[in-house]
């Protein structure tokens, strides 16, 4: 079965660059959510997207940005990188809103030296 | 705002052992309870859920009871394998008088380790 795609899976960045992550979240699924994941630290939201509007928004920097296309995959834009932003970003997808049950994708590690 | 603890870990068994992971939630309103799983390298894929009170969730061996009363979601196996061995997140969804879209608010996790 069609999972959560993420990409790059991997990402190293130096201070102060910019980052670009992708999420397809799996065919039919209306709804995309952006976690960060600190090392040892459990997902902390960022954002969510409901049939491409954003539908909530957590604890994400202002630095950051994100959207949903007409293809219903999302980015996550991450500016002026700072060395705490080193993290797992996973993106998660769910065929209808508000229900929990969250798909994870494997998610994408980024490295900010 | 609402809030997830878990018990601290690391948890280390032999297999075949019991488990239990301690979770605690606070939150307005009949929120979802959740349990996540997520093994090395992977992303986080659910468990079990239960979504009012007195609901049981199992799967895979696994089992969690929603009890308001004590406002707790502990997760229980009575007999584990070494590839149950990952780090297990409890999460709510809140539902306070609208619609939370979904979000989930995580515990801290507790990682499990099973030796053979």
């Known amino acids: 079965a069609a999972g959560v795609i993420q990409s790059p899976r991997h990402l190293i960045k130096e201070k102060r660059e910019t980052a670009t992550l992708k999420c397809y979240p799996i065919p039919r699924h209306d709804t995309v959510y952006w976690y960060q994941q600190g090392p040892g630290q459990d997902p902390q939201f960022l954002i969510s997207f409901y049939e491409k509007m954003q539908s909530d928004k957590g604890s994400i920097p202002d630095r950051f940005s994100a959207q949903q296309f007409s293809d219903y995959h999302s980015e996550l834009n991450m500016s002026s990188l700072e060395l705490g932003d080193s993290a797992l970003y996973f993106c998660?997808?769910?065929?209808?809103?508000?229900?929990?049950?969250?798909?994870f994708g494997e998610g994408s590690r980024l490295t900010v030296l | 705002g609402d809030s997830v603890t878990q018990m601290e870990g690391p948890v280390t068994l032999s297999e075949e052992a019991f488990l239990t992971i301690n979770c605690t939630y606070t939150?307005?309103?009949?929120?979802?309870l959740f349990w996540y799983v997520q093994y090395p390298g992977e992303g986080l894929q659910l468990l079990l859920k239960a979504t009012k009170a007195d609901d049981k969730g199992s799967n895979k061996g696994f089992e969690a009871t929603y009890r308001k009363e004590t406002t707790s979601f502990h997760l229980e196996k009575g007999s584990v394998q070494v590839s149950d061995s990952a780090v297990y997140f409890c999460?709510?969804?809140?539902?306070?008088?609208?619609?939370?879209?979904?979000?989930?608010?995580f515990g801290q996790g507790t990682i499990l380790t099973v030796h053979p």
């Open positions: 939150a307005t309103g009949y929120p979802s």
């Open positions: 999460a709510l969804l809140g539902n306070a008088g609208g619609t939370s879209y979904g979000k989930l608010t």
């Open positions: 998660a997808s769910s065929p209808t809103l508000n229900t929990g049950e969250l798909f």
